[in-house]
């Protein structure tokens, strides 16, 4: 096997932009070969995706919809077959791999990588990374948020060959589908990743024949160098600088209340980047934590988010340098858990987002909604033929208020921008499940004078299911979604559970796993919006009034979040009517007591939200107080902290 690219003169403008093209079109082509022959539901919603590498594993290009979790990931693993397998690969080899302590993201995202040779000279891999709906551990879906190490998660795939020189290595593959709990979709989704690979082998041959070998790997490194030129030329074009933030993540299981710091603080200088987590917690006792590749890879997705016109490949970290103290929460080693990386991933992203709004105001945005995972599993008692099912979802929510824009509303997770929204029809389909209620989620948008995108509300019933259990992931219970330049936050995020043939509702809250389900329970979630930019006091009455019309706010968060008194005239004819005395008069009075309000004794807001004076959103955007929101108990430390960030991103721009 030789790495040795065949040197030549640099390519003409023409050439190299068909290649660069090319390149993104290929890894587009694996996407529509694995949507149309995937085995799981959870990839057919496109939580996959997928790079050409040139021969030393750097990534040469991503498609236009991979999802934005893996973005910084691809070339770590690709790298790490490399490492294992050197001097031992041929054509038709397939390896497989899904390892975070290699530079992955967790078990879940299963990737398999393919070498691509021009006769006997080693050109590039194709990479298809899919996550696999279970990958065994202690609970279906393999989210367990109470492990504490990697053994209750699932299988850990160090790189092994599944395909022996085109010869599908089924032993292996067996085992593998064996020690989960949907065997069938799992031995599906291996050939459809397989084959996805062998359609970018396929494509890039093609190049080759049209172009010549070494004018592709040049432009496979050109492209690379293309990238770099322009990030370097960008960051040289800011002035030096430091900025940071904090984020946090609502709890550690295994210790008192209180959140868990994520702190960054960004360096400039010149034409190089530094991410610097010094400060940050420890790992904690859940599977909470991110590996070093993980916390690599929502640095990227932050910091792109402001290059959105650039292609993305291995050029774009070149002047990326990332410093995270071992065993933190964002630096957690073999064998902390870290399914639930996701969770400090988005952290990390909005806080990126944060500090770039400072140098970038012009794309400045307000936190994002959390993604949500809701797993349920057991036997289907509907489908005989199919003893297990696996129910894995997620919803979309709403982003954060922009400068001069509304939040984009009802949009999949920053974690994962190409994700879909899960069709109730599919999921009702393949497992014993029926969609109650899936519509917007009033008044779940942060207040800002241009307001978050907002949220939905799902609730679903369990049909004829046995030995059924579910689990539920989530973050923002407690470091509720924020808003910044004075806007105020969204709402907690928690899942409510009703009992077969019961009234009231069960708070479970948003962390959880292995909760026993039985036929006829339902269960009901919200997503967060986003959070608001600006000052609410700020916002026009008139997109107040248009809010309410759409029913994304209500007649009495109008008055309260906005200070907009809106007569209702005729709803079913959406005609209401602004009372422009009383707004102003309204506005004034929040703007003398609003100060006082996000200062109040904590123990008295307690006092309130128990007596029924006041209810969640108040407590959370006019007077900064985090409660057990089933109790009414006041978690003092976290309110402590929350408060700190309300009046760093929200009171102290109120005039």
Known sequence: MTKL??????????????????????????????????????????????????????????????????????????????????????????????????????????????????????????????????????????????????????????????????????????????????????????????????????????????????????????????????????????????????????????????????????????????????GSHSTIASMYNSAPGATFSAVVAGMKTFFPDLPLNSGFYRMIEVTAPKNSIVSAEWPVAVTGFLMPFEKIMNAIFEMWSKIMPERAIACAFNLEYLLAGGRDARKPEKPIFMFYEWLPGGWGGRNGKDGADVTTACFGTGLMSQPNEGNERVNPTRTVEFQIKQDSAGPGKWRGGVGVQKTSLLLEAENAVMSYICDRERAVVWGVEGGLPSMPHGLTMKRAGEETEIWLGSVFSDYSVHTGDQFARPTAGGGGFGDPLEREPRKVMEDVIDDYVSLERARTDYGVVIREIDRDLCQYEIDGTATEACRADIRAKRKDWARMDPEEVARKYRSGEIDTLDAVRHYAVILDWETGELLPKTTAQFRESFEKRTVAHWV
Not at 177 to 196: K, V
Request: hydrophobic fraction near 35%; aromatic fraction near 8%; proline fraction near 4%.
């Open 5 to 278: 690219i065949e040197t030549g003169p640099g390519l003409d403008p023409v050439t190299f932009e068909v290649l660069k093209n090319s390149f993104i079109t290929t890894v587009d082509q694996m996407a529509e070969q694995m949507l149309r022959t995937c085995y799981s539901f959870v990839i057919y919603n496109r939580d996959f995706s997928n790079a050409l590498h040139d021969a030393d594993g750097n990534s040469v290009a991503q498609g236009n919809y991979d999802i934005a979790v893996h973005v910084g990931t691809l070339h770590n693993t690709c790298k790490e077959v490399i490492r294992v397998f050197e001097g031992d690969m041929a054509p038709g080899d397939v390896y497989a791999i899904n390892d975070p302590y290699a530079g992955g993201t967790h078990f879940s995202d299963v990737r398999l990588v393919r070498p691509i040779f021009d006769e006997d000279k080693l050109i590039g891999f194709s990479q298809s990374n899919g996550h696999w709906s279970d990958l065994g551990g202690s609970v279906p879906g393999s989210f367990d948020v109470t492990a504490r190490d990697m053994f209750r998660e699932g299988l850990r795939i160090t790189p092994l060959r599944l395909f022996q020189r085109g010869r599908f290595c089924s032993d292996v593959a067996n085992m593998i589908a064996a020690n989960t709990r949907d065997p069938a979709s799992i031995i599906g989704d291996i050939h459809s990743q397989a084959q996805a690979t062998l359609a970018a082998e396929r494509e890039l041959l093609r190049l080759v024949k049209k172009y010549g070998r070494g004018q592709v790997m040049r432009g496979m490194e050109e492209v690379q160098d293309y990238v770099e030129r322009a990030v370097r030329k960008r960051l040289a074009d800011l002035p030096d600088g430091t900025w940071e933030t904090v984020d946090y993540i609502d709890r550690d299981l295994g210790a008192g209340e209180g959140m868990i710091p994520i702190r960054i603080k960004m360096t400039i200088k010149g034409d190089t980047i530094h991410y610097d987590f010094t």
